[in-house]
T-cell receptor
Framework: GQGVEQPDNLMSVEGTFARVNCTYS??????LSWYQQREGHAPVFLSY????GLKDSGHFSTFLSRSNGYSYLLLTELQIKDSASYLC????????????FGTGTKLQVVP | EAGVTQSPRYAVLQEGQAVSFWCDPI?????LYWYQQPRDQGPQLLVY????????NSQLPSDRFSAVRPKGTNSTLKIQSAKQGDTATYLC????????????FGSGTRLTVL
């Protein structure tokens, strides 16, 4: 079947890094987006990847492996305010232009 | 530019009551999406439009839910007879032609059905 999977929770220490994983199955991959969602707020777009490899955007970096159906979002130099849910969303030929979201990973950054 | 605007911000209903949600997308965005997000879950697509046309409503519970975008701008999502299982946040998002990888979300309507 077609799905987007993410771990429920992740905890990391302030000043270090966190890697948020996403695995997906699709009938025809057409790009993957990452969003940040703070408690009680709407998702906010962070990054989009469609080609294999690492895309460095400073505080946020994203990696994609299409052959493995896998992506991760890497947050470096974590701050307490990075505590939020991180959602990945996949577009494929089956979904047209809409994005299928995973359940999200709740990241808690602790001192 | 102004963001996606949704109203109301909150709604509390008894089972069987009706409710409507309103969305004003970013000006110039041709595609509008309605997502349902239950607590602690990811957004799940209900329906989406390109201009005034429905592109996909296969996940919209058609016996009780309806959605329109008559002039290709604002949109209304209506629940005819709410159930407790409809308790969720209803998110509207829009995207620009050729940039469907970037969704801009409104603040959502948090619905509680008692």
């Amino acid at each position: 079947g077609q799905g987007v999977e993410q771990p429920d929770n992740l905890m990391s220490v302030e000043g270090t890094f966190a890697r948020v994983n996403c695995t997906y199955s699709t009938s025809g991959f057409n790009g993957l987006s990452w969003y940040q969602q703070r408690e009680g707020h709407a998702p906010v777009f962070l990054s989009y990847v469609v080609l294999d490899g690492l895309k460095d955007s400073g505080h946020f970096s994203t990696f994609l492996s299409r052959s493995n159906g896998y992506s991760y979002l890497l947050l470096t130099e974590l701050q307490i305010k990075d505590s939020a849910s991180y959602l990945c969303a996949v577009r494929d030929r089956g979904s047209g232009t809409y994005q299928r979201f995973g359940t999200g990973t709740k990241l808690q950054v602790v001192p | 530019e102004a963001g996606v605007t949704q109203s109301p911000r909150y709604a509390v209903l008894q089972e069987g009551q009706a409710v409507s949600f309103w969305c004003d997308p970013i000006s110039g965005h041709d595609t509008l999406y309605w997502y349902q997000q239950p607590r602690d879950q990811g957004p799940q697509l209900l329906v989406y439009f390109r201009d005034e046309a429905v592109i996909d409503n296969s996940q919209l519970p058609s016996d009780r839910f309806s959605a329109v975008r008559p002039k290709g701008t604002n949109s209304t999502l209506k629940i005819q007879s709410a159930k407790q299982g409809d308790t969720a946040t209803y998110l509207c998002a829009s995207s620009r032609l050729g940039s469907a990888e970037t969704l801009y979300f409104g603040s959502g309507t948090r619905l509680t059905v008692l």
